[in-house]
């Protein structure tokens, strides 16, 4: 119950231990095939070049900044948490001068700084937003940024590593032109793939540069031959992470998006409730918060580390720790995927209300857990 890896449904354990197949091979090259059409439909987007990088959300992270960026590229990039500062480090890595619009962690990017931002950059590539802030629990709406961007010519870029299959992720209802996402947050698939997708004004940024893309193992257009029609041997593909992701998306879509964006919200809600009935809260922006990813204040005079050991050693539950500023500070909860369930809502308070009893609180652990609901 932590920020990911979460949970995996064990049939996409058993995708991973199937014998394996050559990346050329015509089986493989299908499931590839039914991959980027799930993908496709994961990201609601009608977005051709829609496939998985070999590596983490960060690996899709920096492709998106090596294929869009040339050296002396003017951008612009949100900063509220851990993920949007990575980002700066990486575009700058690219040769990027980064124009940074920041917000206090746990609150979102608003439009309003958006738009002060483009009036002072002449020309920019990119704006960029992390949508869900795994490290503070905040869900910036980008639908207007997107719209700001495309107006000043900037082509707009989003991080749906968190927020991908537990919240809606609308590409193209949205104007997203580059987005990365991670297996192992609401796909509830294994680390190892970062899913990403490029709008054909992202594909021809791409494509027509003038320098070469610095990084050969992330370029757009050698990818493109092997995931594409050509079926050009680029990298060996991480085939087994391939047939777990075929299974995550499979299950994705038989529950249904809506399906599981709701039971998302639900799940959070209920844990919201159960917390309230302990006289705990979510630290996150209130109207904004995060459903899978849910920032608990620690209380004045509780050791953070020492609960968190406490749910660990005896009660096998991970939670996340605070990130930065918010070290020591909150406890941050998963509830993605396979891991967002009403069981695992009740076990966690419980949980938490005895070892905080145990410290000499007095919290009302059994409201907590009704409160959770049927
Ligand atoms: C919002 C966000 N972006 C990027 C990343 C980086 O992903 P990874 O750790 O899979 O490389 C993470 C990881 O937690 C994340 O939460």
Redesign the pocket.
Known sequence: MG??PSDVAPSVLKAMAQPLLGHLDPVFVKMMEEIKAMLRAVMLTKNDMTFPISG????G?EFCCVNLIEPGDEVIIGVNGV?GT?MVDVAERCGAKVTKVEAPWGRIIEPSQIADALKKVSKPKFVAI?H????TGALTPVEEISKLAHSAGALMVL?T??SLGGCPVRLDDWGIDAVYS?T??CLSCP?GL?PVSLSPRALEAATNRKSKVQSWYLDVNLLASYWGQDRVYHHTAPISMNYALHEALRLVLVEGLENRWRRHEQNHLALKRGLAAMGLALTSQEGHQLWQLNPVGVPEGVDEVTVRKALLTDHNIEVGAGLGPLKGKIWRIGLMGETSKKENVRTVLDALGEILNAAGRKTDTEAAVSAVGA
């Open positions: 920020p990911g983490t959300g960060s690996a992270m993920f990575r992390v869900a802030e795994t490290s991080d590593v968190t991670g192992q947050k680390p970062s």
